[in-house]
């Protein structure tokens, strides 16, 4: 597939179609490739990064719907990395190559499988390679499921953080297919590595705890199917009046972290290569470690507070099975050990939950209230529509 490339904002011109022979002199600022620039976290990372002076940053994603036009020193890609021409073709012009594709959603784990391990796997193992052969420093978005149902020390006894370099990784039995992600995650991140540790290639993978903030995934009906992750998922409850489901009763602990507080970490690691060279780094919050039923009060609370004449919205229980369906399991419980984060970047987020909810729910209400209120309108008229 040849990729479609919009004009480079930053004056310069593509010899071949958007992937030319750039010329870097020792003092110019890396030219940096995002692999899913388009998601949920490219849309708060290429516009942090397009504010820094000289910005030079190739953004890729098969679709651009969350991204602002117009971004100084940003060039849009639009392909999939499922082309393997199109891997080669950033990796032969990027200094820094940032991956942050997935089907990050656990309602696709166990319905769709096989390409949630393509996505999180396979697609991506060609990626490695070329960084490596082209000595290009790779920053790997990986992921907190990696450590499964909850943190183990190495002799299997429970411990309260997850720790990059000490915590054993305990995923369910095969016949969980929760866990096709964090397999497939996890042999990448061995893959990525193998590849340091023999190859000279030059990487830090990070694992992000829950995050969470404005232009998560999709609210159902408007601009996706299916089940989105927990925030969007009660963010369309509340949008549509209907119960907040909490999956076994809610008891299962997540810890989440602001967006604008991890791209922070994401530039941090950018800025420092050596440092975090090699390196696998929790980012998340450890003082956020709340249960989901909490969240969705907390989040029914910050929601009647900006829609006070709403119907106050209900709680219900749900089985996992009957919520996913067969093959779900669960995180127990997900707290970050922060100490290497703090050590390596300097960073420590401070943004407790109660503050970044008002301006996630101002954020939803302003992009989906009203299109949500069309689509039930035209659901009561044509009752077929899903
Ligand atoms: C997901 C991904 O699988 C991780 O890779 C990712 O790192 C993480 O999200 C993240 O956002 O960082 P998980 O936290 O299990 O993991 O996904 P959510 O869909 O956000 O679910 C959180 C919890 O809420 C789960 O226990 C789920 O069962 C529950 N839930 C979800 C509900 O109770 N109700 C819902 O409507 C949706």
């Known amino acids: 597939m040849r990729p479609k490339v919009s004009a480079p904002t930053d004056g310069q011109r593509s010899s071949r179609p958007g992937f030319a022979n750039v010329t870097r002199s020792p003092l110019a600022p890396s ?11 490219g849309s708060h ?19 651009f719907d969350k991204l602002p036009f117009g971004l100084p020193g940003v060039e849009r890609v639009q392909a999939s990395i499922k082309d393997r021409g199109v891997l080669d073709a950033i990796t032969a012009r990027a200094d820094i190559v940032i991956s942050l594709t997935a089907m990050c959603n656990p309602a696709l784990y166990n319905t769709r499988p096989l390409e949630v391990i393509d996505a999180s796997y396979t697609d991506l193992v060609p990626l490695v390679k070329l960084c490596a052969e082209r000595k290009r420093r790779l920053i790997h978005l990986s992921t907190c499921e990696v450590y499964g149902r909850r ?4 002799d299997g006894r429970p411990s309260r953080r997850m720790d990059e370099d000490r915590t054993a990784l305990c995923l369910g039995p095969i016949h969980r297919e929760r866990w ?9 991140e061995r893959v990525i590595w193998a590849y340091g540790r023999h190859r000279g290639l030059e990487f830090t993978v990070v694992r992000p705890f829950n995050v969470i903030g404005p232009r998560m995934d999709f609210i159902p009906g408007v601009d996706g199917q299916g089940i989105p992750r927990v925030l969007a998922a009660f963010m369309h409850a509340l949008l549509t009046g209907e119960d907040l489901v909490l999956v076994d009763g809610g008891r299962q602990r997540r810890s989440f972290l602001y967006v604008d507080e991890f791209v922070n970490a994401l530039l941090h690691i950018i800025d420092r290569p050596e440092p975090c060279r090699g390196q696998i780094i ?3 919050n450890d003082k956020n470690d709340v249960s989901i039923r909490t969240l969705a009060r907390s989040l029914v609370c910050a929601f009647l507070a900006q829609r006070p004449n709403a119907r106050v919205p209900r709680l219900r229980t749900l089985t996992a099975a ?6 779900y399991d669960d995180s127990i419980v997900r707290i970050p050990s922060m100490a290497k984060a703090v050590r390596l970047l300097g960073w420590r987020p401070h943004m407790p939950l109660t503050q970044m909810l008002p301006p996630i729910v101002a954020d ?9 209120a069309r689509h039930t309108r035209a659901r009561v008229l044509a009752p077929g529509l899903p």
């Open 180 to 188: 096709t992600y964090a397999a497939a995650k996890q042999l990448l």
């Open 322 to 327: 009957a919520f996913y369906g067969e093959g």
């Open 364 to 372: 939803y209400l302003a992009r989906y209230e009203s299109r949500v």
């Open 151 to 154: 943190a183990l020390r190495a």
């Open 31 to 41: 030219r940096i490739a995002i692999l899913g620039a388009g998601g949920f976290i």
């Open 45 to 63: 990372l290429v516009p942090a990064l397009a504010l820094r002076p000289g910005a030079r940053i190739v953004a890729i994603d098969v679709a």
């Open 282 to 284: 929790n980012l998340g």
